[in-house]
Nanobody
Framework: QVQLVESGGGLVQPGGSLRLSCAAS????????MGWYRQAPGKQRELVAD???????NYADSVKGRFTISRDNANNTVYLQMNKLKPEDTAVYFC??????????WGQGTQVSVSS
């Protein structure tokens, strides 16, 4: 059974930090990119950041300079370090994996809330 197990969400004050983790099950073969999307209430799901097997990264303009994505290829795990969080970062964050063959897998989502 294919699984993406996310952890690390929660409630944090503005300016604070959180680290999200997502472990993909080992039966997902040929992983190309791993990344994070988010969806705020009433809004469409949007890309936050992703990272390819070779290490190249892609960030949404709204998080550049504040978020850092990294990846452990040996353990099929992707991380998102989120610093200087803002209330507008509040959303459900979803882990995403894309294979070389074009298949996509999604995690169940983890809530990130930024509020004083």
């Amino acid at each position: 059974q294919v699984q993406l197990v996310e952890s690390g969400g929660g409630l944090v004050q503005p300016g604070g930090s959180l680290r999200l983790s997502c472990a993909a099950s080992r039966n997902i073969l040929g992983i190309y990119t791993m990344g994070w999307y988010r969806q705020a209430p009433g809004k469409q799901r949007e890309l936050v950041a992703d990272i390819a097997t070779g290490g190249s990264t892609n960030y949404a303009d709204s998080v550049k300079g504040r978020f850092t994505i990294s990846r452990d290829n040996a353990n099929n795990t992707v991380y998102l370090q989120m610093n200087k969080l803002k209330p507008e970062d509040t959303a459900v964050y979803f882990c995403n994996v894309r294979t070389w063959s074009g298949q996509r897998y999604w995690g169940q989502g983890t809530q990130v809330s930024v509020s004083s």
